[in-house]
Nanobody
Framework: VQLQASGGGLVQPGGSLRLSCAASGFTLDDYAIGWFRQAPGKEREGVSCISSSDGSTHYADSVKGRFTISRDNAKNTLYLQMNSLKPEDTAVYYC?????????????????????WGKGTLVTVSS
């Protein structure tokens, strides 16, 4: 069972990146899934999550209108499209999946203790 995150890198302010999180050993569609980030010296933040029950989504206020979460069931992969990136988006981004937490808002709020975590991918927004 594994989550493999990728797609991070260095981007200029205003630029875009797409993060991917490939799942193996389980079916993402059966789980609430989401993206979290943590910058040095800061608390972990629930960036965006998808409910397992109805596919509804939740976004942190800091990324609304700029980030889009999506899931490709055929590829068993989660994505995070990040546009209009700002220096304050700089962080290590993690994907996670949980069986018991079914709602996106709950998952993004709880932030810890998920069943599965991917290794982080670093996003650096700088000129």
């Amino acid at each position: 069972v594994q989550l493999q995150a990728s797609g991070g890198g260095l981007v200029q302010p205003g630029g875009s990146l797409r993060l991917s999180c490939a799942a193996s050993g389980f079916t993402l569609d059966d789980y609430a899934i989401g993206w979290f980030r943590q910058a040095p010296g800061k608390e972990r933040e629930g960036v965006s999550c998808i409910s397992s029950s109805d596919g509804s989504t939740h976004y942190a206020d800091s990324v609304k209108g700029r980030f889009t979460i999506s899931r490709d069931n055929a590829k068993n992969t989660l994505y995070l499209q990040m546009n209009s990136l700002k220096p304050e988006d700089t962080a290590v981004y993690y994907c996670a999946a949980d069986w018991q937490i079914t709602q996106a808002t709950s998952m993004c709020t709880i932030k810890y203790g998920m069943d599965y975590w991917g290794k982080g991918t670093l996003v650096t927004v700088s000129s």
